[in-house]
């Protein structure tokens, strides 16, 4: 009986320990009132997979749950805070965004998915309410991005691999 007492407890120890849901203090802020910069990496062949990262008033968050994989068009950043190490190694990111990025409308470069690849997502939300959104094909990190068409302008190539490195270290 004892025994049984024991599994039973270590049991519901292990399902309160494993419960990934996030709460409401981890929640990120809310988007509509500041600024912000959300960046991430998205995996479009077989099966998506999604991580985001939000960098707004001094945090880093971040969103594993993929689920800009189902809601693409009306996605909404749900994430947790990081720590402050992290957010020291992104916090660059902001003071380095490309000028002519900023002055771009939201658009896409590349094909992201077409040959099962991925992407790099960056939206932006500036002080005068605007929001922008660029998805750029991961295959901006091969070792000619540019390529023969000019693909990618430099300040763009330079950007995302800046941001990756950035994503792949923390």
Known sequence: MKTLLLYGILLISLITACNTEISDE??????????YLLVGKVGLGWGCSAVMYKLQDGKL???TSSSYCKNR???????????????????DLPTSFP?????????TFGCPGCAD???LFIQKKTSGGVTKTWLIDDSILTS????????FP???????????DRINTL
């Open 26 to 35: 981890s929640i990120s802020p809310d988007s509509s009132t500041s600024d």
């Open 61 to 63: 968050y971040a969103d």
């Open 73 to 91: 068009e009306t996605y909404v950043f749900k994430g947790y805070q990081l720590s402050d190490a992290q957010y020291q190694r992104m916090k």
């Open 99 to 107: 000028n002519e990025l900023n002055s771009l409308p939201s658009q």
């Open 117 to 119: 690849g991925g992407m």
């Open 144 to 151: 000619d991005p540019a390529g023969i068409d000019k693909t």
């Open 154 to 164: 430099d300040y763009l190539i330079n950007y995302a691999a800046h941001v990756y």
